[in-house]
């Protein structure tokens, strides 16, 4: 029952009751597992171009800049990285003093490698009056790391991705957001600009100005080219409501009902709302030195060059299905292209009569386009690409969390278990249809791939609740492609001791 004090709440944030009840059936009927056709892998589902069509894709995709389409490279960046420096917040407020762990000694080992260290060891001058080498030498580990995430210094454990630095250059350390620009300019510029729109937490917002406003000048020197920087954060309204374990509304000691962020699926508002033709998403962490930014270039160019090869082949189906008397022959063919390119099955389609067929072809061609590069799966934790039923019974391609498949089903934990490929969020979306107009993102949802995850708070057991992923059922009703591209194009990092590796001392 809500009480009066509810409804100011919910009217503060912009929802509605309607929307509280519909988030507690969420919670007490959970979510349904997708019914799978099969994993998807090199030519059941996942596309791997041939050297002579990459070379055509790139050429797709720089004649399509050339025309001055308004591009956008789509950055998420809200996430704090505090759970990069798990292990570190572990050895600060255990119970050993010298590194114990494989972890503690490589970060302490080769801490000189670290982007930070000369931050880092100014840092400690100022805390302590010495340098991060004398602390070492005097046995005072905990005060480097504190040095390191605390707010008195780096204040790395409360800090987002974004602003670490994780690079070392010449000249410089760079942070992941100027690893973006760098990138923006490089594939994603159109007629001399890069706009570049990052989605960040209000707590951190001014932070992001700050420096962005401090290095601009500097890569817009550098590139040759202007840069449009935009920011927004996740809105009050997608946030989901918390659920005590019997399913009730989760209060707070005062009373008040307790809200959560949705998930990165709530971003998909924040992508509905850009006025781009073409937007590049990547998560703000999976970026590298400038040695290793060709790989990176190159396939970003393959993608792209799939993505607006595929868009123009469904405008020129749609707009000939608009002009009419298409003959059974023209429809046949866009629905082979339906079938082998969208690799999206709809069953009896060339059983259906004319009319019907038109119907068809015109809701399913009709939709945001998304090509997604999958690499080869090599253990990364993370969703992985399906062929995957619709509720229409149709199956097209998507990409599951583990949680969306039902691991006790044999065939389906063989699909999972044997899958090829994983999902490193490298995807290249058009947001508009063929006659210009912005698709109404949030209609290409499906609300019943959310998830159901457990937390506490002031020590009492709560159940949370996350919209559909971004990438997940956020585009489920999206047309979509996979494309195969080298591992050497996905260097996440999610622990500290990530930088160490050789993708990022480059």
């Not at 866009?334 to 004319?354: Q, Y």
């Not at 799966?377 to 509720?391: C, K, Q, R, S």
Request: charged share 25%.
């Amino acid at each position: 029952m809500l009480t009066s004090e509810d409804k100011k709440q919910l009217a503060q944030k912009g929802i509605s009751e309607q929307q509280i009840e519909y988030q507690l059936q969420q919670f007490r009927q959970g979510f349904p597992f997708l019914r799978l056709r099969a994993a998807a892998a090199i030519g059941n589902g996942i596309y791997a171009p041939s050297d002579t069509e990459s070379q055509a894709l790139i050429e797709a995709w720089n004649a399509y800049r050339a025309e001055g389409h308004h591009i956008t490279k789509f950055v998420p960046a809200s996430g704090a990285a505090s759970r990069m420096f798990k292990n570190m917040f572990e050895f600060r407020d255990g119970d050993h003093d010298a590194p114990a762990t494989d972890f503690e000694r490589t970060y302490f080992d080769r801490i000189h490698d670290f982007a930070f260290f000369p931050a880092l060891d100014d840092a400690c001058q100022v805390l302590y009056q010495a340098g991060v080498d004398e602390l070492i030498a005097e046995g005072r580990y905990k005060d480097v790391v504190s040095a390191m995430l605390d707010e008195e210094g780096l204040n790395y454990g409360q800090l987002p991705k974004g602003l670490l630095q994780f690079h070392a250059y010449d000249d410089c350390a760079r942070t992941p957001l100027e690893e973006h620009l760098v990138e923006a300019a490089l594939y994603a510029a159109s007629d001399g600009t890069a706009d570049v729109h990052f989605t960040v937490s209000a707590e951190h917002r001014e932070l992001f100005e700050e420096l962005v406003q401090r290095v601009l000048p500097f890569y817009q020197e550098k590139y040759h080219i202007i840069y449009k920087v935009s920011f927004s954060e996740q809105k009050p309204a997608t946030d989901t409501l918390a659920a005590t374990m019997d399913n009730e509304p989760f209060r707070t000691d005062d009373g008040r009902l307790l809200f959560r962020p949705g998930g990165h699926g709530a971003l998909i508002q924040n992508l509905s709302d850009l006025e781009s033709d073409v937007v590049f998403i990547k998560n703000i962490d999976n970026v590298v030195p400038d040695a290793l930014k060709p790989a990176t270039t190159l396939w970003k160019n393959i993608i792209a060059g799939v993505l607006v090869n595929t868009q123009r082949m469904a405008f020129d189906y749609l707009r000939r299905l608009d002009e009419g008397n298409c003959g059974r022959a023209e429809l046949e063919e866009m629905a082979r292209f339906l079938h082998n390119d969208l690799c999206t099955e709809v069953p009896g389609i060339n059983e259906l009569s004319t009319e019907k067929l038109v119907e068809v072809l015109r809701t399913k061609l009709n939709r945001p386009i998304r090509v997604c590069g999958m690499v080869k799966n090599v253990g990364e934790p993370g969703g992985g690409p399906f062929l995957a039923f619709n509720p229409d019974g149709s199956v097209s391609p998507q990409i599951l969390e583990s949680s969306q498949i039902d691991t006790h089903n044999p065939a389906y934990l063989a699909m999972f278990n044997g899958g090829t490929h994983f999902n490193p969020v490298d995807l290249v979306c058009a947001i508009r249809d063929y006659k210009g107009n912005r698709f109404d993102l949030p209609r290409y949802v499906d609300p019943a791939t959310g998830f159901i995850s457990y937390k506490s708070k002031s020590g009492k057991e709560l159940k949370a609740l996350e919209l559909p992923g971004l990438w997940n059922g956020a585009m489920s009703d999206w047309n979509t492609v996979f494309v195969e591209v080298p591992l050497e194009t996905f260097n996440p990092v999610k622990t500290v001791n990530d930088l160490l590796r050789p993708q990022h001392q480059a």
